[in-house]
Protein backbone atom coordinates (compact mmCIF):
# COMPACT_ATOMS: atom_id res chain seq x y z
CA UNK A 1 0.00 0.00 0.00
CA UNK A 2 1.44 3.20 -0.96
CA UNK A 3 -1.81 5.71 -0.01
CA UNK A 4 -4.04 5.71 3.09
CA UNK A 5 -6.64 7.78 3.48
CA UNK A 6 -8.40 8.36 6.98
CA UNK A 7 -11.15 10.11 8.82
CA UNK A 8 -9.75 13.07 9.88
CA UNK A 9 -7.79 11.79 13.09
CA UNK A 10 -8.20 13.10 16.70
CA UNK A 11 -5.32 13.70 19.41
CA UNK A 12 -7.33 12.12 22.92
CA UNK A 13 -4.24 13.59 24.96
CA UNK A 14 -3.03 16.74 24.22
CA UNK A 15 -1.05 19.67 26.04
CA UNK A 16 -1.15 22.62 24.20
CA UNK A 17 0.09 25.16 27.92
CA UNK A 18 -0.60 28.90 27.17
CA UNK A 19 0.41 31.97 25.67
CA UNK A 20 3.84 32.07 23.56
CA UNK A 21 4.07 28.43 24.17
CA UNK A 22 0.20 27.81 23.13
CA UNK A 23 0.49 30.27 19.91
CA UNK A 24 3.92 28.13 19.17
CA UNK A 25 2.68 24.36 19.48
CA UNK A 26 -1.12 24.67 18.47
CA UNK A 27 -0.57 25.27 14.65
CA UNK A 28 1.64 21.44 14.71
CA UNK A 29 -1.50 19.64 15.68
CA UNK A 30 -3.63 21.56 14.00
CA UNK A 31 -2.33 21.02 11.08
CA UNK A 32 -3.44 17.25 10.92
CA UNK A 33 -5.77 16.77 13.96
CA UNK A 34 -9.66 18.04 14.10
CA UNK A 35 -9.63 17.78 17.43
CA UNK A 36 -8.12 17.01 20.87
CA UNK A 37 -8.58 15.98 24.75
CA UNK A 38 -6.94 19.18 25.80
CA UNK A 39 -4.76 18.70 29.54
CA UNK A 40 -5.85 21.30 31.86
CA UNK A 41 -2.43 21.28 34.14
CA UNK A 42 -1.75 24.87 33.82
CA UNK A 43 -0.76 27.09 36.37
CA UNK A 44 -2.83 27.94 38.07
CA UNK A 45 -5.03 24.40 36.82
CA UNK A 46 -8.20 24.34 34.67
CA UNK A 47 -10.80 23.70 37.39
CA UNK A 48 -14.10 25.33 36.51
CA UNK A 49 -16.40 25.62 34.27
CA UNK A 50 -15.50 29.22 34.08
CA UNK A 51 -11.60 28.09 33.34
CA UNK A 52 -11.95 25.44 30.88
CA UNK A 53 -14.41 28.62 28.63
CA UNK A 54 -11.70 30.84 29.17
CA UNK A 55 -8.99 28.61 28.17
CA UNK A 56 -10.66 27.74 25.06
CA UNK A 57 -10.96 31.17 23.62
CA UNK A 58 -7.42 31.30 24.03
CA UNK A 59 -7.03 28.44 22.09
CA UNK A 60 -9.34 29.47 19.36
CA UNK A 61 -7.90 32.85 19.51
CA UNK A 62 -4.16 31.37 18.78
CA UNK A 63 -5.61 29.12 15.40
CA UNK A 64 -3.79 30.09 12.43
CA UNK A 65 -6.65 31.64 10.29
CA UNK A 66 -8.80 29.15 8.11
CA UNK A 67 -7.89 26.52 10.79
CA UNK A 68 -10.38 24.30 11.33
CA UNK A 69 -9.78 23.00 14.93
CA UNK A 70 -12.03 22.08 17.94
CA UNK A 71 -10.71 21.94 21.37
CA UNK A 72 -12.31 19.55 23.48
CA UNK A 73 -11.93 20.69 27.28
CA UNK A 74 -11.24 18.74 30.59
CA UNK A 75 -11.22 19.71 33.63
CA UNK A 76 -8.25 19.19 36.47
CA UNK A 77 -9.93 17.22 39.48
CA UNK A 78 -8.69 18.49 42.85
CA UNK A 79 -9.92 17.91 46.45
CA UNK A 80 -11.88 21.16 46.10
CA UNK A 81 -13.69 20.65 43.04
CA UNK A 82 -17.36 21.51 42.75
CA UNK A 83 -19.89 18.25 41.63
CA UNK A 84 -22.25 20.97 40.67
CA UNK A 85 -19.98 22.73 38.74
CA UNK A 86 -18.90 19.38 36.99
CA UNK A 87 -22.41 18.74 36.41
CA UNK A 88 -23.20 22.23 34.65
CA UNK A 89 -19.83 21.65 33.00
CA UNK A 90 -21.00 18.74 31.30
CA UNK A 91 -24.30 20.16 30.49
CA UNK A 92 -22.28 22.94 28.40
CA UNK A 93 -21.12 20.80 26.19
CA UNK A 94 -17.80 21.93 26.49
CA UNK A 95 -16.10 20.01 29.03
CA UNK A 96 -15.29 16.65 27.73
CA UNK A 97 -14.37 14.87 30.67
CA UNK A 98 -12.08 15.13 34.24
CA UNK A 99 -8.56 14.73 34.93
CA UNK A 100 -7.20 12.85 37.97
CA UNK A 101 -3.55 13.72 38.42
CA UNK A 102 -2.14 11.94 41.59
CA UNK A 103 -0.67 14.44 43.52
CA UNK A 104 3.05 14.65 42.13
CA UNK A 105 2.70 12.13 39.48
CA UNK A 106 3.88 14.42 36.69
CA UNK A 107 4.12 18.30 35.98
CA UNK A 108 1.95 20.78 36.82
CA UNK A 109 0.14 17.91 39.25
CA UNK A 110 0.69 19.56 42.58
CA UNK A 111 -2.88 20.44 42.95
CA UNK A 112 -3.97 16.78 42.23
CA UNK A 113 -5.68 14.00 44.46
CA UNK A 114 -4.54 12.65 47.64
CA UNK A 115 -7.48 11.07 48.75
CA UNK A 116 -9.75 9.62 46.82
CA UNK A 117 -12.37 9.38 49.61
CA UNK A 118 -12.37 13.28 48.72
CA UNK A 119 -13.96 13.38 45.71
CA UNK A 120 -15.70 10.44 45.27
CA UNK A 121 -19.04 12.84 45.26
CA UNK A 122 -17.59 14.45 42.51
CA UNK A 123 -16.54 10.71 41.14
CA UNK A 124 -20.23 9.83 41.58
CA UNK A 125 -21.69 12.62 39.32
CA UNK A 126 -19.92 11.79 36.82
CA UNK A 127 -20.78 8.05 36.84
CA UNK A 128 -24.04 9.14 37.11
CA UNK A 129 -24.10 11.61 33.98
CA UNK A 130 -21.66 9.44 31.86
CA UNK A 131 -18.99 12.19 31.99
CA UNK A 132 -15.44 10.14 31.46
CA UNK A 133 -12.54 10.48 34.20
CA UNK A 134 -9.44 10.84 32.88
CA UNK A 135 -6.64 9.25 34.44
CA UNK A 136 -2.85 9.85 34.70
CA UNK A 137 -2.24 5.73 36.48
CA UNK A 138 0.60 6.42 38.66
CA UNK A 139 1.11 5.87 42.48
CA UNK A 140 3.49 8.08 43.83
CA UNK A 141 4.69 6.70 46.80
CA UNK A 142 8.34 6.76 47.86
CA UNK A 143 8.84 3.15 48.38
CA UNK A 144 7.28 2.05 45.05
CA UNK A 145 9.69 2.39 41.96
CA UNK A 146 9.37 4.10 39.06
CA UNK A 147 9.02 1.80 36.63
CA UNK A 148 6.18 -0.14 38.48
CA UNK A 149 4.31 2.64 39.17
CA UNK A 150 1.48 1.97 37.08
CA UNK A 151 0.82 -1.38 37.55
CA UNK A 152 0.70 -0.49 41.20
CA UNK A 153 -1.68 2.04 40.37
CA UNK A 154 -3.94 -0.51 38.62
CA UNK A 155 -4.02 -2.73 42.04
CA UNK A 156 -3.88 -0.15 44.26
CA UNK A 157 -6.04 2.58 42.92
CA UNK A 158 -8.40 1.88 40.11
CA UNK A 159 -9.58 -1.34 40.25
CA UNK A 160 -11.02 -0.62 43.45
CA UNK A 161 -12.56 2.40 42.40
CA UNK A 162 -14.01 0.68 39.12
CA UNK A 163 -15.48 -2.04 41.87
CA UNK A 164 -16.81 0.72 43.80
CA UNK A 165 -18.29 2.83 40.94
CA UNK A 166 -18.57 0.11 38.43
CA UNK A 167 -20.80 2.39 35.98
CA UNK A 168 -17.74 4.98 35.88
CA UNK A 169 -16.24 5.62 32.21
CA UNK A 170 -12.44 5.94 32.69
CA UNK A 171 -10.41 6.32 30.16
CA UNK A 172 -6.54 4.86 31.30
CA UNK A 173 -3.82 7.56 29.42
CA UNK A 174 -0.82 6.80 27.87
CA UNK A 175 -0.61 3.04 29.28
CA UNK A 176 3.00 1.54 29.18
CA UNK A 177 2.55 -1.65 30.22
CA UNK A 178 1.55 -5.11 29.84
CA UNK A 179 -0.58 -5.08 32.70
CA UNK A 180 -2.13 -1.64 31.38
CA UNK A 181 -2.92 -3.40 28.35
CA UNK A 182 -4.21 -6.81 29.81
CA UNK A 183 -6.44 -4.45 32.14
CA UNK A 184 -7.66 -2.10 28.96
CA UNK A 185 -8.39 -5.41 27.55
CA UNK A 186 -10.90 -6.95 29.95
CA UNK A 187 -12.71 -3.95 31.30
CA UNK A 188 -15.33 -4.02 29.13
CA UNK A 189 -17.66 -0.98 27.61
CA UNK A 190 -16.87 1.67 30.27
CA UNK A 191 -12.81 1.53 29.83
CA UNK A 192 -10.33 2.43 27.50
CA UNK A 193 -7.06 3.50 26.97
CA UNK A 194 -4.55 5.58 25.21
CA UNK A 195 -1.31 4.99 23.44
CA UNK A 196 1.21 7.26 22.97
CA UNK A 197 3.22 7.81 19.57
CA UNK A 198 6.65 7.79 21.65
CA UNK A 199 6.11 4.67 23.49
CA UNK A 200 5.20 2.93 20.66
CA UNK A 201 8.80 3.67 19.41
CA UNK A 202 11.29 4.01 22.44
CA UNK A 203 11.86 1.96 25.77
CA UNK A 204 13.73 2.68 28.41
CA UNK A 205 17.39 1.99 27.33
CA UNK A 206 16.41 5.02 24.13
CA UNK A 207 16.61 6.76 27.69
CA UNK A 208 19.60 5.86 29.39
CA UNK A 209 21.74 3.85 27.24
CA UNK A 210 24.72 5.86 25.95
CA UNK A 211 24.12 8.27 27.67
CA UNK A 212 21.48 10.25 29.33
CA UNK A 213 18.69 11.49 26.35
CA UNK A 214 16.60 13.79 28.15
CA UNK A 215 14.03 14.35 24.89
CA UNK A 216 13.02 11.05 25.38
CA UNK A 217 12.07 11.35 29.01
CA UNK A 218 8.58 11.48 29.29
CA UNK A 219 6.35 10.05 32.40
CA UNK A 220 4.96 7.76 32.65
CA UNK A 221 8.55 6.90 31.72
CA UNK A 222 9.48 4.08 29.04
CA UNK A 223 9.51 0.86 30.19
CA UNK A 224 10.91 -2.61 29.23
CA UNK A 225 11.31 -3.59 25.23
CA UNK A 226 8.63 -6.58 26.76
CA UNK A 227 5.71 -4.04 27.28
CA UNK A 228 6.60 -1.63 24.09
CA UNK A 229 6.11 -4.93 22.03
CA UNK A 230 2.70 -4.92 24.17
CA UNK A 231 1.86 -1.46 23.79
CA UNK A 232 1.98 -2.75 19.77
CA UNK A 233 -0.11 -5.10 20.08
CA UNK A 234 -2.22 -3.76 21.35
CA UNK A 235 -2.28 -0.47 18.91
CA UNK A 236 -2.49 -2.62 16.07
CA UNK A 237 -5.00 -5.16 17.36
CA UNK A 238 -7.83 -3.54 16.00
CA UNK A 239 -9.61 -3.31 19.41
CA UNK A 240 -11.97 -0.40 19.88
CA UNK A 241 -10.50 -0.84 23.86
CA UNK A 242 -7.43 1.00 22.71
CA UNK A 243 -6.54 4.64 20.51
CA UNK A 244 -4.18 7.68 20.08
CA UNK A 245 -3.74 10.42 23.13
CA UNK A 246 -0.17 11.29 21.71
CA UNK A 247 0.29 13.23 25.01
CA UNK A 248 2.51 15.55 22.94
CA UNK A 249 4.09 17.95 25.73
CA UNK A 250 6.30 20.75 24.95
CA UNK A 251 8.57 21.98 27.17
CA UNK A 252 11.41 24.60 25.68
CA UNK A 253 15.14 22.66 25.93
CA UNK A 254 16.38 24.47 28.74
CA UNK A 255 13.64 22.71 30.94
CA UNK A 256 14.48 19.31 29.30
CA UNK A 257 18.58 19.77 29.21
CA UNK A 258 18.70 20.78 33.05
CA UNK A 259 20.02 18.89 35.94
CA UNK A 260 16.06 18.20 37.10
CA UNK A 261 14.94 18.48 33.46
CA UNK A 262 11.17 18.23 32.79
CA UNK A 263 9.07 14.84 31.51
CA UNK A 264 7.64 15.22 28.05
CA UNK A 265 7.95 14.33 24.21
CA UNK A 266 6.68 16.58 22.07
CA UNK A 267 5.34 14.75 19.13
CA UNK A 268 2.46 16.85 17.26
CA UNK A 269 4.07 17.98 14.49
CA UNK A 270 5.52 14.27 13.27
CA UNK A 271 2.49 11.71 15.00
CA UNK A 272 0.85 10.79 12.02
CA UNK A 273 3.94 9.24 9.80
CA UNK A 274 5.26 7.62 12.54
CA UNK A 275 2.54 5.57 13.25
CA UNK A 276 1.92 4.74 9.54
CA UNK A 277 5.78 3.45 10.12
CA UNK A 278 4.56 1.30 12.79
CA UNK A 279 1.16 -0.13 11.78
CA UNK A 280 3.14 -0.85 8.37
CA UNK A 281 6.13 -2.55 10.52
CA UNK A 282 3.07 -4.73 12.23
CA UNK A 283 1.49 -5.31 8.89
CA UNK A 284 -1.86 -3.56 10.36
CA UNK A 285 -2.54 -0.64 8.19
CA UNK A 286 -5.47 -1.12 7.99
CA UNK A 287 -6.21 -0.89 11.86
CA UNK A 288 -4.98 2.26 11.62
CA UNK A 289 -7.92 4.27 10.97
CA UNK A 290 -9.52 2.81 14.15
CA UNK A 291 -6.95 3.61 16.52
CA UNK A 292 -6.41 6.93 14.94
CA UNK A 293 -10.20 8.30 14.05
CA UNK A 294 -12.59 5.80 15.04
CA UNK A 295 -12.64 3.89 18.27
CA UNK A 296 -11.66 7.82 20.40
CA UNK A 297 -14.69 9.14 19.03
CA UNK A 298 -16.97 6.01 19.75
CA UNK A 299 -15.90 5.96 23.59
CA UNK A 300 -16.66 9.96 23.71
CA UNK A 301 -19.85 9.39 22.09
CA UNK A 302 -18.94 11.60 19.13
CA UNK A 303 -19.04 11.45 15.46
CA UNK A 304 -16.05 10.58 13.44
CA UNK A 305 -14.74 13.18 11.55
CA UNK A 306 -16.15 13.77 7.97
CA UNK A 307 -13.13 15.51 6.67
CA UNK A 308 -10.28 13.22 5.44
CA UNK A 309 -6.24 13.17 5.55
CA UNK A 310 -4.44 11.32 2.84
CA UNK A 311 -0.44 9.66 3.74
CA UNK A 312 1.58 8.61 0.90
CA UNK A 313 5.03 6.43 1.07
CA UNK A 314 7.71 7.54 -0.88
CA UNK A 315 10.79 6.84 -1.90
CA UNK A 316 12.35 10.25 -0.05
CA UNK A 317 12.00 10.35 3.92
CA UNK A 318 9.98 12.69 5.91
CA UNK A 319 11.55 16.02 6.51
CA UNK A 320 10.25 18.08 9.53
CA UNK A 321 12.00 20.10 11.90
CA UNK A 322 14.45 19.75 15.02
CA UNK A 323 12.72 22.26 16.77
CA UNK A 324 9.87 24.36 17.27
CA UNK A 325 10.65 27.89 17.98
CA UNK A 326 8.49 29.89 20.86
CA UNK A 327 8.75 33.27 22.05
CA UNK A 328 10.09 31.33 25.26
CA UNK A 329 12.33 29.62 23.89
CA UNK A 330 13.06 26.09 20.98
CA UNK A 331 11.32 23.00 21.49
CA UNK A 332 12.40 19.80 20.42
CA UNK A 333 10.78 18.25 17.84
CA UNK A 334 10.48 13.67 18.92
CA UNK A 335 13.31 12.18 16.76
CA UNK A 336 12.10 8.31 16.33
CA UNK A 337 15.98 7.19 15.11
CA UNK A 338 15.38 6.04 11.96
CA UNK A 339 13.74 7.18 8.77
CA UNK A 340 10.16 7.51 7.93
CA UNK A 341 8.82 7.42 4.73
CA UNK A 342 5.39 8.11 5.41
CA UNK A 343 4.22 11.75 4.25
CA UNK A 344 1.11 13.31 5.29
CA UNK A 345 0.03 15.08 2.08
CA UNK A 346 -1.53 18.84 1.90
Given at each position: MQRII??????????????????????????????????PN????????????????????ALPEGTAFEPLMTLYLTEGTDPADVERAAGSGLVKGVKLYPA???????????????????????ARIGLPLCVHGEVTSAEVDIFDREAVFIDRVLAPLRRRLPELRVVMEHI????????????????????????LIINRNHILAGGIKPHYYCLPVAKREKHRLALRKAATSGSPRYFLGTDSAPHVDALKEHACGCAGCFTATNTLSLLAHVFE????????????????????????????????????PCVWPAKIISEVGPVTVFDPGFPVHWHVLP
Open positions: LPRPDDWHLHLRDGAMLQAVLPETARHFARAIIMLVPPVVTLADAAGYRERILAGATTNSQSGVRDLDRVMPVLEAMTTEEGVAYAAEGGDTLAATITTHHEEGALDKLEGFASRNGPAFYRLPVNTGTIALEKRAE
